[in-house]
């Protein structure tokens, strides 16, 4: 029988000896700087020399070309373009958006790309359920929507995009749940290749919810628990940080795409 994203496996074995890291990023992370931080990160994790992490930011306006982009999905390049290593297409990063960096080791918890993903997108799904938002997974589509029925039959938005790489079974990257970003700047790519008129981009601010990013924080963290295990705070990384003025209101390949 052939698998479908409905019936995969949820949840990934804690690791009970060692809660995940839990960081969060006040100020604007440079993006190239928060990859080599990532990196060097994954790395000593997979030589048990770290222990795992979970990292919340927000990048500065930029997009970024995953390993199956195409350069016609590129529309108007108003913002700095990055090459970011992961699965999937083009991307947008910036304010308003809530970007988690997921740096688990699947071999102690579950070597299945498959199952992470899935339960990646559970945990966005869970958070939004906080809020009083149906989030969705599509057996066609990575990440979490929202049916959008005030648009049009069979209409819907993507409200989180999701995308890993997998090195020595240890997982980098992870996802963008908008908040209130700029939506207009999703029209300078072909969001995660995603081209038909009926699939679009929303924010909770899109759907009239007024929701702050540390709501959102408290959110992703209770809900991250049940399903990954313990966690416990980490101090930030200052030299990661850009102090811009902010912006309020699979199979065990490497790549799983956005």
């Given amino acids: ?42 790395a000593a994790i997979a030589h048990g020399e770290a222990p795992e992490l979970v990292w919340l930011l927000e990048h500065t306006a930029l997009y970024t070309a995953g390993t199956s982009s195409r350069p016609q999905e590129l529309i108007d390049a108003r913002f700095p373009v990055h090459a970011a290593g992961r699965g999937g297409q083009f991307t947008y990063h910036g304010p308003g958006q809530r970007v988690g960096y997921v740096m688990l ?11 992470f993903v899935a339960t990646i ?34 209409f819907e938005d993507k409200i989180a995009a999701i995308g890993i790489r997998v090195r020595q079974w240890v997982t980098l990257h992870g996802f963008a749940l908008n908040i ?16 038909e008129p ?9 759907l009239g919810l007024t929701v702050t990013m540390p ?14 295990g313990a966690s416990a705070d980490a101090q930030t990384v200052p030299s990661t940080e850009n102090n811009s003025p902010r912006r309020r209101c699979a199979k065990s390949s490497e790549l799983a795409s956005r």
Avoid at 127 to 138: C, I, K, Q, S
Avoid at 198 to 206: F, K
Avoid at 215 to 228: I, K, N, S, Y
Wanted: hydrophobic residues 35%.
């Fill in 121 to 154: 997108e559970e945990w966005i799904i869970h958070t939004l359920g906080a809020f009083n938002v149906r989030g969705e997974r599509r057996e066609d589509r990575i990440g979490v929507w929202v049916r959008r029925p005030d648009k049009g039959e069979g």
């Fill in 180 to 195: 209130e970003p700029d939506l207009t700047h999703f029209t300078g790519i072909v969001p995660c290749g995603v081209s």
């Fill in 105 to 115: 080791d699947l071999r102690r918890r579950a070597p299945d790309v498959r199952r």
């Fill in 215 to 228: 709501e959102v924080d408290m959110a992703l963290r209770a809900t991250f628990e049940p399903l990954f």
């Fill in 1 to 42: 029988m052939a698998h479908t994203r409905d019936n995969l496996t949820i949840r990934l074995r804690p690791q009970r000896d060692s809660p995940v890291e839990w960081r969060v990023s006040d100020a604007l992370v440079d993006y190239d700087e928060a990859l080599a931080a990532m990196t060097e990160r994954a």
């Fill in 198 to 206: 009926r699939y679009g981009v929303t924010s909770l601010a899109d």
